[in-house]
């Protein structure tokens, strides 16, 4: 193996900026392994999710369902809780309902609300995602849970940081 390709890309940029004077490059660094972690993860998730059929954003749509009593939940409620534009979801609703995994259907104490509601083929389905991607370790594969634990009281640290309430 060369010795560039022993260097760590982050690790190497971080040097290239400390050695500029370049502000932060403790945060820089941390930034962009953040950056390069997401996109290794999403991509590994994602490969996952294919294979049982769903994109990242119909199964975290379905997983809010499936935690959610009586697995349903308003529309506009899923939108802020996946911080996602609400015509989003409703796109994603549509395609879940398409293939029978969601249902539509009135609130029932607010007729102006409406739910989606996860059908029986959508709860076998969604759990067939969660065994495949718990099968890649959602992504997270070569890390221990203690350290899968201080990496989520990182991020939370991070994500309170920028205004995050959740």
Request: charged letters at 25%.
């Amino acid at each position: 193996m060369s010795q560039a390709r022993a260097v760590d890309a982050v690790a190497w940029m971080k040097d290239k900026w400390e050695e500029r004077g370049v502000a932060c490059p403790s945060q820089f660094a941390a930034m962009a392994s953040l950056l390069r972690a997401t996109a290794v993860v999403t991509d590994e998730v994602d490969r996952a999710l294919k294979s049982v059929g769903l994109t990242r954003t119909g199964w975290l749509v379905m997983i809010t369902l499936q935690m959610s009593e009586d697995h349903a939940r308003p529309l506009g409620q899923l939108s802020k809780v996946l911080l996602v534009h609400p015509t989003t979801v409703t796109m994603v609703i549509d395609q879940l309902e398409k293939t029978k995994l969601v249902t539509r259907k009135p609130h029932p104490t607010d007729r102006r609300t409406v739910l989606a509601k996860l059908t029986a083929k959508g709860v076998t389905q969604v759990e067939a995602a969660n065994e495949a991607l718990g099968a890649v370790s959602f992504g997270m594969g070569g890390i221990d849970d203690a350290t899968a634990d201080r990496i989520a009281d990182d991020l939370r640290t991070v994500r309170r940081g920028v205004g995050d309430p959740g």
